[in-house]
C-alpha cells in the first residue's frame, strides 16, 4: 500500500500523538479506502462498512497514545478493523449469507460478448457469496492475504494469532472455497 512513506516516518507518528490535525486528516486519507474495502469484504454491505471504517478511524485516533510504533500504521489500523467487524459480526447471525452482493461483486467488464460477461458475472459473484459464507475467522484471512495483498506476517500482528495460525486458517479457507467453487474450475 503506497501511503507516502507514512508508516516509515517517526515525526509523523509524534504529530499524531500531539493531536495534530492535519496529520490525522493525512492518515485517514492514506488508508481510508483500504480500511473500507476490508470493513466491506468483511461485513458484506456498504453501510455496514462505512459505519466500521469511522468506527476504526475513531478507535485508531482515541488508542494512538498506546500505539507502540513496533508495527506499521496501516497494519495497526488492520487490526482495528478486523476486530471491530469480527466484533460486529459476532452480534449478528454469523452463518447468515451477506445480501448486498451489489456491494461485494466487482462486475468485470466481459466486452462485446454478453455471454463472456454474464459467465465472468456468475463466477464473480460465486466467489464473494462463497468468501461470505466462510466462518469469520477464515473469511478474515483471506481477505487480508488474497484480496488485500498483506504478507503473512502482516496478518499474525494484524489479528493478534500466531504465524502458523495464519497459515492454517487460510489454507482451510482456500480449501472451502476450491469446495464451493469446485463447478467454475477447469
Known amino acids: 500500500m503506497d501511503d507516502g512513506g507514512l508508516d516509515a516516518s517517526p515525526d509523523f507518528?509524534?504529530?499524531?500523538?500531539r493531536g495534530e490535525t492535519a496529520a490525522f486528516e493525512a492518515l485517514v486519507t492514506a488508508h481510508q479506502h483500504r480500511v473500507f474495502a476490508v470493513a466491506l469484504r468483511m461485513l458484506g454491505n456498504r453501510a455496514d462498512a462505512e459505519d466500521a471504517a469511522q468506527e476504526a478511524f475513531l478507535r485508531a485516533h482515541r488508542g494512538l497514545g498506546d500505539f507502540r510504533g513496533a508495527a506499521r500504521l496501516s497494519t495497526?489500523?488492520?487490526?482495528?478493523?478486523?476486530r471491530l467487524c469480527l466484533s460486529r459480526l459476532g452480534e449478528?447471525?454469523?452463518?447468515?449469507v451477506r445480501a448486498d452482493?451489489?456491494?461485494l461483486a466487482a462486475v468485470p467488464d466481459g466486452g462485446p460478448d454478453p455471454t463472456r460477461a454474464m459467465?465472468?458475472?456468475?463466477?464473480?459473484?460465486?466467489?464473494?457469496?462463497?468468501i461470505a459464507e466462510l466462518s469469520d475467522e477464515r473469511r478474515?484471512?483471506?481477505?487480508?492475504?488474497d484480496l488485500e495483498g498483506l504478507a503473512y506476517e502482516e496478518i499474525a500482528e494484524a489479528l493478534d494469532i500466531e504465524l502458523g495460525t495464519v497459515r492454517s486458517r487460510l489454507h482451510r479457507a482456500r480449501m472451502d472455497l476450491r469446495e464451493k467453487l469446485e463447478r467454475f474450475l477447469p
Open 13 to 17: 507518528l509524534d504529530r499524531l500523538r
Open 76 to 82: 495497526w489500523l488492520y487490526a482495528i478493523t478486523a
Open 92 to 96: 449478528a447471525d454469523r452463518r447468515r
Open 101 to 103: 452482493e451489489e456491494a
Open 119 to 130: 459467465e465472468e458475472e456468475e463466477r464473480a459473484s460465486a466467489l464473494h457469496r462463497a
Open 140 to 145: 478474515m484471512v483471506v481477505v487480508l492475504r
